[in-house]
């Protein structure tokens, strides 16, 4: 368990004790408890076999070392199990609703013995919630609006938070005799950008008897995270983890792998249109097999691409197979060849100590020339964003010197100079024209008045765009996922002027974000816009999550011809002041 699932555990359990009416210093200890485990610089896991580092954390005494000690040893905590069962495990799923805390939780379990998300809206919708002390029918209505929101995002997990999940339990998986091969399939192996069910596909002797199968499922049984079982069966077992992720492990034997990573891959749509074109060639396609028709005999089934070399395709990349035209272009031999994550040469969106990030100049160029690197951009940001101490002009000139002195310094990777620079209401930039003119790169960004009317969006976009100084549009729908939807513009017309322009279009990586989408990454390629893939990392830790918007940029059929941090830094520099050329 890394250390933000032990907050989770301790944040939760506070919670429930609160909701059960317990003294309120035991559930201030169990909150400040996850908070310093939070925040802590070392992994609790590397430490907890020596009791005095443990105790030297802030907010750490004896009785919550012994409940960690409880949940290395047996990968749950007693306190935590026992409420659980006494309210129920939907009980997590109503503290996850905005506005719904445990005061107002207790109140509803204390009249109605009500713990789970319809249950409350049922209520609700009956108006016995405004019956309650301190509520009324406004508070009524605002908790059947969070509970429509929660049921529109809820169950959706972002893409990164599904990948630490499958990577913690293929860890645990992997330790079991006789599983050889782990894979995550579903919507995260087609790199969407958030995901809903987990699943997990298993293979190795332990999968061949039945035996076999049933002990594995037993081991899967153990796992610590795991919440609550919703069914287990011959060769599959569905549970819900602490998190709410729903997550299902098949066991399947060799033979079959290949095809059932197909048929668990999806999409569904790609996945109807391949097995009509199996029968079209007399086939049958399944989750166990490509079979001949007439006589049921397997062909294929053991990997993937086989199956699609006896259907006469080239292979298709998971992220592709969303049945948007990759089946043709199999057929034809005209997919494209997607871009890598080490097609990028660089990574241009970076924060410093000198605004909003945790890190120096150096120690992100460093970290940049770490991952192989060519060159990496400084783009602190600018005044309008005064929570994050932004820059005004003066303090802009002196951060480029700063960006060039440290550039002289450090060998092996070009630092350019640039500004994520705010764009107005009005669409103005933030900074002068005069500084702008100096920066190498110059991101425009809205972090502010999301809310303006469609038109006034797109005129205020329009206008940044034509700044002669823009090199790239930041994060250009601003929606934040799964807390905030894209702000409402005409994205043909934005498209359009960013082509005349030869203004590029940012896809921000960080997984919060994923903005562009892959939607609006294919019609950005239709209208000739150029794409930068950049991670927004405000820590050194945070470029790895280049991958992910490495994945959307897969799944819109980008190559790294349509993404201009593939270019050395020569050309590279001459795109962000309006040459494009590859």
Known sequence: MDNKSIATVLYETADLLEIDGQDSFRIRSYRNAAQAIENHSEQIKDIIADPKKVLAIPGIGKGMLQNLQELFKDGRLAVQAQLLEKYHPSMLQLLKIQGLGP????????????????????????????????????????????????????????????????????????????????????????????????????????????????????????????????????????????????????????????????????????????RQRALKMGYTLNEYSLAKLDTEKPVAGKTEEEIYAKLKLDYIPPEMRENLGEIDAAQAHTLPPLIEQSDLQGDVHMHTVETDGRNTIEEMAEAAKARGYKYMAITDHSKNLAFANGLDDQ??????????????????????????????????????????????????????????????????????????????????????????????????????????????????????????????????????????????????????????????????????DDVLNSLPAPKFARAMKHEWSH
């Open 103 to 274: 005061k107002t939780i207790a109140l509803i379990w204390s009249a109605y013995k009500v713990s789970d998300v319809d249950g409350v809206e049922k209520l609700a919708r009956e108006g016995k919630i405004r019956e309650l002390p301190r509520m009324g029918e406004k508070h009524e209505q605002k908790l059947l609006k969070a509970i429509a929101d929660y049921k529109r995002i809820g169950g959706r997990f972002l893409i990164d938070a599904a990948e630490t999940e499958a990577a913690k339990l293929t860890e645990y998986l992997d330790k079991f005799p006789g599983i050889e091969k782990i894979t995550p399939a579903g919507s995260l192996r087609r790199g969407r950008e958030t995901v809903g069910d987990l699943d997990i596909l298993v293979t190795g002797k332990a999968c061949t008897t039945e035996e076999g199968r049933q002990e594995a499922i037993a081991h899967v049984a153990k796992y610590p995270a795991l919440m609550d079982v919703i069914a287990s069966g011959d060769n599959k077992i569905s549970f819900r983890l602490r998190t709410g992720m729903q997550v299902d492990v098949r066991l399947l034997p060799p033979d079959s792998f290949g095809a059932a990573m197909q048929y668990f891959t999806g999409s569904k749509a790609h996945n109807v249109a391949l």
């Open 395 to 560: 303090r802009a000139l002196a951060h480029i010197k700063r960006i060039r002195d440290t550039g002289k310094k450090i060998d092996g990777i070009k630092i350019f100079a640039g500004i994520e620079v705010d764009i107005l209401a009005d669409g103005d930039l933030d900074l002068s024209d005069d500084v702008l003119a100096q920066m190498d790169i110059v991101i425009a960004s809205v972090h502010s008045v999301f809310n303006q009317e469609p038109a006034k969006m797109t005129d205020r976009l329009l206008k940044a765009i034509s700044n002669p100084n823009t090199s790239l549009i930041g994060h250009p729908t601003g929606r934040i996922q799964l807390r905030r939807d894209a702000y409402q513009f005409d994205m043909h017309a934005v498209l359009s002027a960013a082509a005349q322009h030869k203004v590029a279009m940012e896809l921000n990586s960080y997984p919060d974000r994923l903005d562009l989408n892959d939607v609006h990454l294919r019609q950005a390629k239709q209208h000739g816009v150029k794409i930068v893939i950049n991670t927004d990392a405000h820590h050194t830790s945070h470029m790895e999550k280049i991958r992910y918007g490495v994945l959307q940029a897969r799944r819109a059929w980008l190559t790294k």
